[in-house]
């Protein structure tokens, strides 16, 4: 079994910064993907960022220019940086992950963790 761990939500105010990170634990054989989704009350869960295992990334179109995804191969960790936060960016953040071993490929999502943009 393989678990996402999220941490790094909390306060900010408009302008701010915050840094989320995912953990990939447990039974870890291959990560192919890891990013983040969010998803804010009355709205459907929507793409924030993608890295994959080759190092292509993805960005959903109202976070561009703004946040940036990396990784730590060797922590199986992703970060995602969150420059200039906006209200509108405050949501739950999940972490998402495409695990593969031998035999399967399986999806895996994070708790989530609360990011609050307000003065």
């Known amino acids: 079994q393989v678990q996402a761990v999220e941490s790094g939500g909390g306060l900010v105010q408009p302008g701010g910064s915050l840094r989320l990170s995912c953990t990939a634990s447990g039974s870890v054989v291959k990560v192919l993907l890891m990013g983040w989704y969010r998803q804010s009350p009355g709205k459907e869960r929507e793409l924030v960022a993608t890295?994959?295992?080759?190092?292509?990334?993805t960005y959903g179109d109202s976070v561009k220019g703004r946040f940036t995804i990396s990784r730590d191969n060797a922590k199986n960790t992703v970060f995602l940086q969150m420059n200039n936060l906006k209200p509108e960016d405050t949501a739950n953040y999940y972490c998402?992950?495409?695990?593969?071993?031998?035999?399967?490929?399986?999806?895996?999502w994070g708790k989530g963790t609360l990011v609050t943009v307000s003065s």
């Open positions: 998402y992950l495409v695990h593969a071993t031998a035999r399967d490929v399986i999806n895996y």
């Open positions: 890295l994959t295992s080759g190092d292509s990334t």
